[in-house]
């Protein structure tokens, strides 16, 4: 039998109690955990099953003090393991508790818990809404308002739009946390209720803000072209091109069919072809183009020019 093993979770800064309950259950089930390394990778150790409570404790002041701090909780009997990602981790056997185990426990009491959730969120939650004010909001709009968006640019807006709800999600759930434990020290006021109701709608605004917004943003731009056509040339004049434009053109064998592609922004597939017979022409071009082709047999050639958020002017010409 394996004597280690590792498993990838992960836990949010405000879920250290189910991550408690998931060290607890590992150790019972006879695996104690040894390490965990980035970014959720938890290691363990085959050992005797045991009843050990694990404990998290986020507080920037002890680590400062080490020393000093790792002895307060070992002369209540807590073992220290580690620190990871600012929480310091501790463990006792529940065989050794000599209280109740609620008692036991690093926070006995909603007004300490209440404390280390101010110290995640100056610690954790508040450089998280720098982020995500600073940096995910910006840039999400961003790459949604480009013009003439790449695919590159749709697979960075849709990364930023995931950040987005995670990062809204971990607010949320951290704001309820908070404000549950609060609500059991003492009973909410007026302004506890104007405050914190300001604050939901507020969310709720950016919520709808940001999604009402980049759906608009993100909706198909309409095409914006011109079409020029004469009895032996037909052009094509886009400010944006994401569309296909079809023209028919009566060629005889011995002409050239000359064409020019001068293709600023996107992309533009053409595709050449006299009824339903194999393309004399098929590609895509993304810069400037020129070539003439040989036309072997009589007959209405279709033109089809497709634009892929494509701006420039392509000239189709007999010679």
């Known amino acids: 039998?394996?004597?280690?093993?590792?498993?990838?979770?992960?836990?949010?800064?405000?879920?250290?109690?189910?991550?408690?309950?998931?060290?607890?259950?590992?150790?019972?089930?006879?695996w104690k955990l040894t390490r965990i390394s980035f970014p959720g990778f938890y290691h363990f150790e085959a050992c005797t099953p045991e009843d050990m409570v694990y404990q998290l404790d986020y507080n920037q002041d002890g680590t400062a003090?080490?020393?000093?701090?790792?002895?307060?909780?070992a002369d209540c009997g807590w073992e220290y393991m580690f620190d990871f990602v600012g929480y310091s981790y501790f463990r006792k056997p529940v065989?050794?508790?000599?209280?109740?185990?609620?008692?036991?426990?690093?926070?006995?009491?909603?007004?300490?818990?209440?404390?280390?959730?101010?110290?995640?969120?100056?610690?954790?939650?508040?450089?998280?809404?720098?982020?995500f004010f600073g940096i995910v909001l910006p840039q999400l709009f961003m790459q949604t308002s480009l013009s003439g968006r790449s695919a590159f640019n749709e697979v960075i807006a849709i990364i930023y739009w995931i950040l987005f709800v995670v990062y809204f999600v971990l607010f949320i759930t951290f704001g309820i946390q908070y404000f549950s434990y609060e609500k059991k020290i003492r009973e909410p006021d007026i302004s506890d209720k104007i405050k914190y109701g300001g604050l939901l709608l507020i969310t709720l605004m950016i919520f709808v803000f940001v999604v009402l917004g980049t759906a608009k943003l993100w909706k198909p731009a309409d095409s914006r072209y011109d079409v020029k056509k004469f009895p032996?040339?037909?052009?094509?004049?886009?400010?944006?091109?994401?569309?296909?434009?079809?023209?028919?053109?009566?060629?005889?064998?011995?002409?050239?069919?000359?064409?020019?592609?001068?293709?600023?922004?996107?992309?533009?597939?053409?595709?050449?072809?006299?009824?339903?017979?194999?393309?004399?022409?098929?590609?895509?071009?993304?810069?400037?183009?020129?070539f003439a082709l040989p036309i072997h047999e009589d007959g209405t050639y279709t033109i089809l020019t497709t634009g892929e958020q494509a701006e420039g002017s392509f000239c189709f010409q007999k010679r």
């Open 232 to 290: 032996d040339e037909y052009s094509i004049g886009a400010e944006y091109l994401n569309a296909t434009i079809r023209h028919d053109m009566e060629l005889k064998a011995g002409d050239e069919l000359e064409v020019t592609l001068q293709v600023l922004e996107g992309d533009v597939h053409l595709r050449i072809y006299l009824d339903k017979k194999n393309p004399i022409y098929e590609g895509t071009v993304s810069e400037w183009t020129h």
């Open 95 to 131: 065989s050794q508790m000599e209280g109740t185990e609620a008692s036991e426990e690093i926070f006995c009491d909603d007004e300490s818990r209440l404390e280390m959730m101010k110290r995640v969120f100056k610690g954790r939650v508040m450089p998280l809404l720098c982020v």
């Open 65 to 73: 003090h080490k020393r000093e701090y790792i002895q307060l909780f």
């Open 1 to 30: 039998m394996a004597q280690t093993k590792t498993e990838f979770k992960w836990f949010t800064v405000v879920q250290y109690k189910a991550e408690q309950e998931y060290l607890r259950e590992m150790h019972l089930n006879g």
